[in-house]
T-cell receptor, first 111, second 113 residues
Framework: GEDVEQSLFLSVREGDSSVINCTYTDSSSTYLYWYKQEPGAGLQLLTYIFSNMDMKQDQRLTVLLNKKDKHLSLRIADTQTGDSAIYFCAESMNQGGKLIFGQGTELSVKP | GAGVSQSPSNKVTEKGKDVELRCDPISGHTALYWYRQRLGQGLEFLIYFQGNSAPDKSGLPSDRFSAERTGESVSTLTIQRTQQEDSAVYLC???????????FGSGTRLTVV
């Protein structure tokens, strides 16, 4: 079946790196996504990775994918207070199909 | 439009009433999705449209829920005889279907009292 798991909370100090982890169960997942949700707002796509990649970097964001262990992580370098939000991991089987979301990780950045 | 637009942004309704939630996708986006987010939880998939057909409606929780889409444009999610457990934020998203990820709207917060 399809299931995506994330830890619920992460607290870091401003300037530190944050690492948000996600595990998924469906080995046929082909696309994995990270979304950010700020209070009262919709979801913003941060980045995504194809399953045939093991790393993707975009400015302060680094996504690592371990397909063997079905583990995805999002690293935010030099975390800022503006990064405080809920981060959702999601998987899909194909482009244009439904996404299966984790329950979200609330990132709290302390000054 | 420039983004995915949803209306109303907030809706309070009495238990047993019907509600209609509207989504205007980004122009040219052929795929449209509805999700539900209960307080403090992740997103539950409801239904997916490709054009005006719905190849996947597996997430609709009961026959009180229905959705339609006109061409590759506006979609309406209808909840009949609302119950308190229907209280949630209903999110709509659209995509061109060829790229990665969707663009989400800001959602409709539905409260059933």
């Amino acid at each position: 079946g399809e299931d995506v798991e994330q830890s619920l909370f992460l607290s870091v100090r401003e300037g530190d790196s944050s690492v948000i982890n996600c595990t998924y169960t469906d080995s046929s997942s082909t696309y994995l996504y990270w979304y950010k949700q700020e209070p009262g707002a919709g979801l913003q796509l941060l980045t995504y990775i194809f399953s045939n990649m093991d790393m993707k970097q975009d400015q302060r964001l680094t996504v690592l994918l371990n397909k063997k262990d079905k583990h995805l992580s999002l690293r935010i370098a030099d975390t800022q207070t503006g990064d405080s939000a809920i981060y959702f991991c999601a998987e899909s089987m194909n482009q244009g199909g439904k996404l299966i979301f984790g329950q979200g990780t609330e990132l709290s950045v302390k000054p | 439009g420039a983004g995915v637009s949803q209306s109303p942004s907030n809706k309070v309704t009495e238990k047993g009433k019907d509600v209609e939630l509207r989504c205007d996708p980004i122009s040219g986006h052929t795929a449209l999705y509805w999700y539900r987010q209960r307080l403090g939880q992740g997103l539950e998939f409801l239904i997916y449209f490709q054009g005006n057909s719905a190849p996947d409606k597996s997430g609709l929780p009961s026959d009180r829920f229905s959705a339609e889409r006109t061409g590759e444009s506006v979609s309406t999610l209808t909840i009949q005889r609302t119950q308190q457990e229907d209280s949630a934020v209903y999110l709509c998203a659209s995509s061109v279907g060829t790229g990665g990820g969707y663009t989400f709207g800001s959602g409709t917060r539905l409260t059933v009292v």
